[in-house]
């Protein structure tokens, strides 16, 4: 039990850490290419962080198969957007708040209104077709669906590298590349792309692994404390395999980037109901009910409620995201009340 928790909190500590130089990196590389803040937050930093959690699922379904797998993969699938309209924005709002009050930023989230706007309407769209299309005309809507779904995405990645973004703001060298200029300090002040990548993938090799060494650790502790094996399947299981990577939206609130920090997840939720929501759709059974078509309305209902007040107030303030992140309190206690 004991060490169980050390180690608990010992990857915790290696997630932040990770999560920090992986957002170093990539602004780096945002830099390093001119790219703009929507492409560096919603695309790059977006993608990379979902990418080592969208392989599970699609492994369960593919290589393992079965019933149960098949089951497992779609409550992964589903479990991402519902975790990141949720308790992710929750993070945010949480940083920008106790940031505020330690004075390093004011009460606000300063983002480009039309980038989240696009970013959640592309994620209302291609999500609530996911879900409703397949409840009104059965399997034969699920190849179309899934094509369209990879087609969207194409469609969004295209509209954000053209769409009119700042420049990404960078205060910080590569911290790779700081740490070589003190043993050699007569090379250029510029790091060359290949360290870029150096620093942005081993980042995100050691964030993963140091999210799975949580996720095992959080299972062992709460099994010791009694807790419910299926409420920490439904309920915890999620956070900790998908929040953790979310990390680097609190180092960018933190920072002031705010744009960067929300771009990071609202960019994740256009993946995560495309790609991985395709490939339940062409091999699985995609019989969405009960807990899991309740995960899915919050989801919705959370990301239609940010993009309404963006709507009236011209701006997102962190409370929006602080009220959006408690809709998985709903969840849960939906959840033991069924």
Known sequence: MILSGLFLFGSLLLILATAESFTNGVESFGRHFSFSQAVVGSIFAAVGTALPETVLPIVAILLYGGKSAKEIGVGAILGAPFMLSTLAFFLVGLTAAVAALRKRRRFELRVEVHSVRRDLSFFLIMYSLAIALPLVFGRVALIPLSLALVAGYAAYAFITFRSESATVEHA????LWRMARTLFPRGPETAPLSVLLIQIFGSLAVMVKAAHIFVRNLE????RLGMDPLLFALL???VATELPEKFNSVTWTWKGRDTLAIGNITGAMVF????PVSVGLLF????ITGMALFSAVI????????LGMIAVQKRLSPWVMLLSGSLYLVYAVGLVIR
Do not use: C, H, K, N
């Open 172 to 175: 910080e060298g590569l911290y």
């Open 220 to 223: 062992q502790v709460s099994l």
């Open 236 to 238: 915890l299981a999620p």
């Open 272 to 275: 995560q109901s495309t790609f």
């Open 284 to 287: 699985t059974d995609w019989r």
């Open 299 to 306: 989801a919705i209902t959370s990301s239609v409620f940010v």
